[in-house]
């Protein structure tokens, strides 16, 4: 199974300041038919489900603001948010969808310092 | 809008059975593969399964396969979760999710999930 591991698992930034979660993969998530990296981001907000936030690895999905940015590719990947609003306080989550099982990361919890 | 409903959650002893059952709305139900995830209490996510817009395609996770089985109805824009041989393991927040357009295993909308209690 492709282990996904993300780091930090918590965060706390500064409102309006960048912050960068990482997540990196056992395995390349580079798919060579479409050469594209089968990644996704999630966020959850306390008490919510997950929401779908970027795809393909730096695709945003519609309706996300746009200083939320995806990169990477192979096994490395990093999702940026450009300057911290206090709505974006949740837990987020890298995932393959690369192979079965379709495996999460543990989580980052972000925090406002 | 889109919408997904999840139902069927509740307690149930080691060794027994649920179905959990998710109703659709707000899309062309059979065009979408739907997809089934959980969350153990203050845990990360785990995907279970999921199966095609015409039923004909289905996947599992290994730590489900074997006890737990997927199935839709069309009919009824309704995904179903039928569990079997439940352990204190299985306890988590269930989810449905239905796929992103075009990439089936990317989960575009959740549901608010029904919680299972495995507990004797």
């Known amino acids: 199974d492709f282990v996904m591991t993300q780091s930090p698992d918590s965060l706390a930034v500064s409102l309006g300041e960048r912050a960068t979660i990482r997540c990196k993969s056992s395995q390349s998530v580079l798919y060579s038919s479409n050469n594209m990296n089968h990644l996704s981001w999630y966020q959850q907000k306390p008490g919510q489900p997950p929401k779908l936030l970027i795809y393909w690895a730096s695709t945003r999905e519609s309706g996300v603001p746009d200083r939320f940015s995806g990169s990477g590719s192979g096994t490395d990947f990093t999702l940026t948010i450009s300057s911290l609003q206090a709505e974006d306080v949740a837990v987020y989550y890298c995932q393959q969808y690369y192979s079965s099982p379709y495996t999460f990361g543990q989580g980052t919890r972000l925090e406002i310092k | 809008q889109v919408y997904l409903v999840e139902s069927g959650g509740g307690l149930v002893k080691p060794g027994g059975s649920l179905r959990l059952s998710c109703a659709a709305s707000?899309?062309?139900?059979?065009?979408?593969?739907m997809i089934w995830i959980r969350q153990a209490p203050g845990k990360g996510l785990e995907w279970l399964s999921y199966i095609s817009g015409s039923g004909d395609t289905i996947s599992y996770a290994d730590s489900v396969k074997g006890r737990f089985t997927i199935s839709r109805d069309n009919a009824k824009n309704s995904v179903y979760l039928q569990m079997d041989s439940l352990t204190a393991e299985d306890t988590a927040v269930y989810y449905c999710?239905?796929?992103?357009?075009?990439?089936?295993?990317?989960?575009?909308?959740w549901g608010q999930g029904t919680l299972v209690t495995v507990s004797s």
């Open positions: 707000g899309f062309t139900f059979n065009d979408y593969y």
């Open positions: 999710a239905r796929a992103a357009f075009m990439i089936r295993r990317v989960m575009a909308y």
